[in-house]
Nanobody, 127 residues
Framework: QVQLVESGGGLVQAGGSLRLSCAAS????????MGWFRQAPGKEREFVAA????????YYADSVKGRFTISRDNAKNTVYLQMNSLKPEDTAVYYC????????????????????WGQGTQVTVSS
């Protein structure tokens, strides 16, 4: 069982930056691939970024590529999402998610591949 707690959301002007953090419980964090998703009002939850269990591989949605960076610190049981050059269309509740224990340098981009989810943190970008 993994428990995830996001933090770092807030209100920022367009062009600004935020860094989201997601702290995970459990002793086997380094075995979980992690992902960030977001959900805007009236829209489905969508994939943002994913990282393999070791941190060696990452993947991004086209809409955030070049602006967002996912990283992890397995010693601190934490995954991060650095968001730069924010746009009003980035406004959403951001969720971190963990897979079941994995083997190999895989990342995952589909919601159904993540059994564990945090409660979400609101990011609002004003124009």
């Amino acid at each position: 069982q993994v428990q995830l707690v996001e933090s770092g959301g807030g209100l920022v002007q367009a062009g600004g930056s935020l860094r989201l953090s997601c702290a995970a419980s459990g002793r086997t964090f380094s075995r979980y691939a992690m992902g960030w998703f977001r959900q805007a009002p009236g829209k489905e939850r969508e994939f943002v970024a994913a990282i393999s269990s070791s941190g060696g591989r990452a993947y991004y949605a086209d809409s955030v590529k070049g602006r967002f960076t996912i990283s992890r610190d397995n010693a601190k049981n934490t995954v991060y999402l650095q968001m730069n050059s924010l746009k009003p269309e980035d406004t959403a509740v951001y969720y971190c998610a963990a897979t079941s224990e994995t083997v190999g340098s895989y990342y995952y981009t589909q919601k159904y591949e993540y059994p564990y989810w945090g409660q979400g943190t609101q990011v609002t970008v004003s124009s």
